[in-house]
């Protein structure tokens, strides 16, 4: 599981993008709380699909893992499920009846409670790293800039760090492994789980004021070290955030590469030359979805590297199958590599498939 850390020293960590949703009152739901509403909103066709995660609810319990129970009628039988952070409730009732929520939480796991965390010791004492290697201690988050979960660093060698809950992306100056001078980025995108500069254009996967995740361009255009001209190249449909549009390199043949999670949908403009083409499955018993609802309905690829031009067009598939990868690089011999993620909770499950590096 992907958790999120309130310090850098200089290594990244993810954490899961925040936005609270509001919805109107529907008039089948039977309790009158934020959740309840959300969840009854998504009803469509006495259908519903909805993801638990802290985008759909907001964080209702920061640093804790969270579930949501959602409990409903199918005429006079009353029914409860339940799904993990992350995980995805689809809920069908036979035709002529009606689906109606009654209650829906989306709050602390079981037995789940905040982590301790003493501020008077220092992450160079709580960090182990193999011989050679020395971690320095260089900035540390504070209540105002939450948590980071992203960097890269720009042709003058300031660090960009881009985090969650709306906040924006913060540039950091260095001198001699101290920081000298700490900037906020006028620049509307947020929930930033990639970041590169390809020489002095900044590209970012994120999310815009309009709440649409995308792969953004930033460019100085006046000169004046800010970054007036953002301009969206590509939305990334089906998910975002844990699961979505993460890391972006720039490979050997000055295209980038942008490796994302298993909710993101394949582009649907992809060119005949990409070279992961085939991936349909085909089935001789009829598909058993996750038991907690984690994932229900995602059809492969799965997670997938993209490649795409500097305009963000020309967009091929270079090779898919991942579950949930956060990063990617390049080595010397231009092979591509990666590090995935497992499910956690199938450890000991004959179809657990560790993490592991591709």
Not at 82 to 97: C, K, L, S
Not at 187 to 193: A, F, K, L, S
Not at 198 to 219: H, I, Q, S, T
Not at 332 to 348: C, V
């Amino acid at each position: 599981m992907l958790k999120s850390v309130g310090m850098l020293v200089l290594f990244q960590a993810v954490a899961i993008g925040i936005l609270f949703v509001s919805a109107p009152m529907p008039a089948h739901a039977e309790d009158t709380t934020s959740v309840t509403s959300v969840v009854a909103a998504a009803v469509k066709d006495n259908k519903l699909t909805i993801n638990a995660d802290n985008t759909t609810f907001g964080d209702t319990a920061p640093g804790i893992p969270k579930k949501l129970t959602v409990e409903y009628r199918i005429g006079d039988e009353k029914l409860k499920r339940e799904v993990n952070e992350g995980g995805r409730i689809e809920i069908m009732v036979p035709a002529g009846q009606k689906l109606v929520i009654t209650k829906a939480v989306y709050g602390p796991a079981d037995g789940s409670k905040p982590s301790q965390f003493d501020a008077s010791v220092a992450p160079v004492e709580v960090l182990e790293t193999l011989p050679g290697f020395k971690i320095e201690h260089v900035l540390k988050a504070n209540g105002k800039t939450a948590s980071w979960i992203c960097l890269t660093k720009d042709p003058k060698g300031r660090l960009l760090l881009g985090g969650q809950r709306g906040q924006a992306i913060v540039r950091v100056t260095l001198d001699g492994g101290k920081v000298v001078k700490e900037e906020t980025l006028q620049i509307p995108v947020t929930e930033t789980m990639g970041m590169l500069f390809v020489e002095n254009v900044l590209y970012l996967n994120g999310a815009g004021k309009d709440g649409k995740y995308c792969l953004f361009r930033c460019k100085d255009t006046k000169g004046d070290d800010s970054y007036d001209d953002v301009e969206s190249l590509r939305e990334w449909r089906g998910g975002a955030g844990e699961h979505g549009a993460h890391g972006i390199v720039l490979g050997p043949d000055k295209k980038l590469y942008i490796v994302c999670g298993n909710f993101v949908d394949v582009p649907n403009d992809l060119v005949p030359t990409s070279p992961h083409r085939v991936y349909g499955d085909d089935l001789a018993l009829k598909r058993a979805e996750d038991g907690n609802g984690f994932g229900a309905g995602r059809q492969p690829p799965g997670g997938f590297v993209a490649r795409v031009d500097l305009d963000g067009k020309n967009a091929e598939l270079f090779s898919a199958g991942q579950r949930n990868a956060y990063d990617i690089g390049f080595n010397a011999d231009g092979e591509l590599f990666g590090f995935d993620s497992d499910m956690e909770w199938d450890w000991g499950a004959p179809w657990y498939r560790p993490v592991h590096v591709f």
